[in-house]
Each structure stands twice: as C-alpha cells, then as structure tokens.
C-alpha cells in the first residue's frame, strides 16, 4: 500500500486491504434499507453504508467495535480511512 501522506499506525498496521465481497451495505439488505456509497472494514471485512445514507451502519459498526480502519467500497475510489485519528488518505 502506498500513501501519499503520513500515516497513523492503524492504517500502517491495516496490512493488506480488504476488498468488498459483494457490491451492497450487509446491514441494508437484511433491514430493507437504502445506501449512498458502500465502505470495507479493514478489521472484519464487513461492506456497509456510509453516513450519507440513512442507516449509517459503518459509522454503527465503528462504534460497536472500534475497528478502526475503512475504504471506500466504490469503484474507482481509492481512499482509506481512520476514525481514531480522523485520517484520511489515497493509495495506490
């Protein structure tokens, strides 16, 4: 993983990254919701809506659990981030 900016040690322990099995927020297709924009949990390897969508079930998730680290689930993004330390940064 290379980042164009200093980074934290949860994203420098993240390892390799975690890639969405499947294109849909888990969380909104068991309650029947509706999602914005999809991010992967670099603990679990969960894939859940961010906080534009209604549920914000990956923000939830961070709060259950204290993963720390998500990506951005969309295509051609490629972005990671940590909710300890408010970083957000590219990779290639």
Known sequence: MSMNRKLCDHISFAGD????????CEACVKHGGNWVHLRTCQTCGVT???DDS???????????TGHPVIISAEPGEKWIYCYVDHLFSDYV
Do not use: S
């Open 17 to 24: 990254l975690k890639q969405p099995a499947e294109y849909v």
């Open 48 to 50: 859940l809506c961010c």
């Open 54 to 64: 209604p549920g914000r079930h990956m923000t939830a998730h961070n709060r259950e």
